[in-house]
Each structure stands twice: as structure tokens, then as C-alpha cells.
């Protein structure tokens, strides 16, 4: 072959591969790609000994296998999302349903320790970042809230009720009052 033609064709085959796409490799096979090898497999096998039935099945079973796995991983970092995404309204939900709600907070020294609790009334939610909520203009984070409402103290005891009228307080019902 002379050293013309071997130019030439060195020269062709420069040419093609530059105008030929590059496809992205991210190592990763679709079952398009899959299919298209197996069916350069089939086209071009030799026909006095071609593939066997079992080991094109095996081929596609190992090929549905891994899109199954595939789809189980997706499946699993969207419920991931999801389940942040739930988080997110349920704690939207809980700090703005504090909203004018009588409520006590823990108030923090300059290193977070406890050093009391102030109650009172909410009148702000912020939503970005931590959530908090504003009382007396203060911003107290939700972590920070020990009660809702009024709350007796653990060492108030309840109030007795007080008797019915016409009673002592101190009677018992009796459930062993004869009937006539």
C-alpha cells in the first residue's frame, strides 16, 4: 500500500471521529444501550455458532435485575425528599399554629443554659433557617417552648372542686340504697 493512500485514509478516519458525537459517560448502562448491544450481538454473531438461548436470557435477566435495583435506589432517595419535604410542612404547621397561644419558653444564658422561663403570648413566626417564634418582640427557638396554655407547675397542687350545693362534700353515693 503506498504511503499516499495510508495518508489519505489516516486522513478520512481524523475526519470521522471528529464529527462523531461523544457521548457523555457518567458509567452508568439504560436498558436502551442494553438492548442496542444485544441486538449488534445478535446481527453480528457467528452463525455456525451462535449465541445460546440461555445465555441471552441470562444476559436480560441480569440487565432487568440491575434497572429493578436502579429504580429501588431512586425510589429510596425520593422517599428520602419526601420525607424532608413532610418534616418541613409539619413543623411550618406546628410553629405557625403557635400563633397567639399563650406560651412558656425556657430563657437561655449567654452559654444556652437554662436560667428561667418567661411566658407569655406569640405573636411572630420566622420561617427561614430554625424556626422560631416571637414573644415580647424576642425571638425564642421552637426547642425552647416547655408549654402551651396555662400549665400548673409540678409542685401547685390542683384545686379541689368545690361541693355541690346541698352537700357536705364529704358524702359518699351509696350504691346500696334500697329500692321501695
Same mark, same amino acid.
Given at each position: 500500500? /503506498?504511503?499516499?493512500?495510508?495518508?489519505?485514509?489516516?486522513?478520512?478516519?481524523?475526519?470521522?471521529?471528529? %464529527?462523531?458525537?461523544?457521548?457523555?459517560?457518567?458509567?452508568? *448502562?439504560?436498558?436502551? #444501550?442494553?438492548? &442496542?448491544?444485544?441486538?449488534?450481538?445478535? &446481527?453480528?454473531?457467528?452463525?455456525?455458532?451462535? *449465541?445460546?438461548?440461555?445465555?441471552? *436470557?441470562?444476559?436480560? =435477566?441480569?440487565?432487568?435485575?440491575?434497572?429493578?435495583?436502579?429504580?429501588? +435506589?431512586?425510589?429510596?432517595?425520593?422517599?428520602?425528599?419526601?420525607?424532608?419535604?413532610?418534616?418541613?410542612?409539619?413543623?411550618?404547621?406546628?410553629? =405557625?399554629?403557635?400563633?397567639?397561644?399563650?406560651? =412558656?419558653?425556657?430563657?437561655? #444564658?449567654?452559654?444556652?443554659?437554662?436560667?428561667?422561663?418567661?411566658?407569655?403570648?406569640?405573636?411572630?413566626?420566622?420561617?427561614?433557617?430554625? &424556626?422560631?417564634?416571637?414573644?415580647?418582640? $424576642? $425571638?425564642? +427557638?421552637?426547642?425552647?417552648?416547655?408549654?402551651?396554655? #396555662?400549665?400548673?407547675?409540678? #409542685?401547685?397542687? /390542683?384545686? /379541689?372542686? $368545690?361541693?355541690?350545693?346541698?352537700?357536705?362534700? =364529704?358524702?359518699? /353515693?351509696?350504691?346500696?340504697?334500697?329500692? %321501695?
Amino acid at each position: 500500500m /503506498p504511503i499516499s493512500e495510508i495518508r489519505g485514509n489516516s486522513q478520512a478516519l481524523q475526519e470521522q471521529y471528529q %464529527r462523531q458525537e461523544v457521548a457523555p459517560t457518567n458509567g452508568e *448502562m439504560s436498558m436502551d #444501550d442494553f438492548w &442496542q448491544l444485544m441486538a449488534a450481538q445478535l &446481527q453480528y454473531q457467528d452463525m455456525t455458532n451462535p *449465541m445460546s438461548n440461555s445465555e441471552m *436470557m441470562n444476559q436480560m =435477566t441480569q440487565m432487568a435485575t440491575m434497572n429493578a435495583m436502579t429504580q429501588v +435506589s431512586n425510589a429510596i432517595a425520593n422517599f428520602g425528599v419526601v420525607t424532608n419535604n413532610l418534616s418541613q410542612v409539619t413543623l411550618t404547621t406546628y410553629s =405557625t399554629g403557635m400563633l397567639g397561644k399563650e406560651v =412558656t419558653v425556657a430563657t437561655l #444564658d449567654d452559654n444556652g443554659k437554662v436560667n428561667g422561663e418567661l411566658k407569655g403570648v406569640v405573636t411572630g413566626v420566622d420561617l427561614t433557617g430554625a &424556626q422560631s417564634v416571637y414573644i415580647n418582640g $424576642k $425571638k425564642y +427557638s421552637l426547642s425552647q417552648i416547655m408549654s402551651v396554655g #396555662d400549665v400548673p407547675k409540678n #409542685d401547685e397542687k /390542683p384545686k /379541689p372542686e $368545690k361541693p355541690e350545693e346541698g352537700t357536705t362534700g =364529704t358524702e359518699k /353515693p351509696s350504691g346500696s340504697e334500697k329500692r %321501695r
